[in-house]
Nanobody
């Protein structure tokens, strides 16, 4: 059974940087697209960024130029480097794995989430 475990969340100030990590197990990680989603209090979960198995990336407009998604297939890990953080980035961040090499459709595996809080 595939599992995803996020780490790296915490409390930071506006303008700071933070790096989230996602460790995957239980499947051939390199074959699948990965994504980062977030859910702010009182809001629906939204896509932040995703990366195909080939390394092609895409981002939601609100984080373009500030966040970078990456993956290390040798370490079965995905990352989200976040910089110039804003209070509106406060949310629980979830790592997700798709069922194919491209990020079409919905993810099939989710992590438990890690909380990022950005103070003003």
């Amino acid at each position: 059974q595939a599992q995803l475990v996020e780490s790296g969340g915490g409390l930071v100030q506006a303008g700071d940087s933070l790096r989230l990590s996602c460790a995957a197990s239980g499947r051939i990680f390199s074959n699948y697209a990965m994504g980062w989603y977030r859910q702010a209090p009182g809001k629906e979960r939204e896509l932040v960024a995703h990366i195909s198995s080939y390394g092609i990336t895409d981002y939601v407009d609100s984080v373009k130029g500030r966040f970078t998604i990456s993956r290390d297939n040798a370490k079965n890990s995905a990352y989200l480097q976040m910089s110039s953080l804003k209070p509106e980035d406060t949310a629980v961040y979830y790592c997700a794995a798709y069922g194919s090499s491209w990020y079409n459709g919905s993810p099939t595996v989710w992590g438990q989430g890690t909380l990022v809080t950005v103070s003003s």
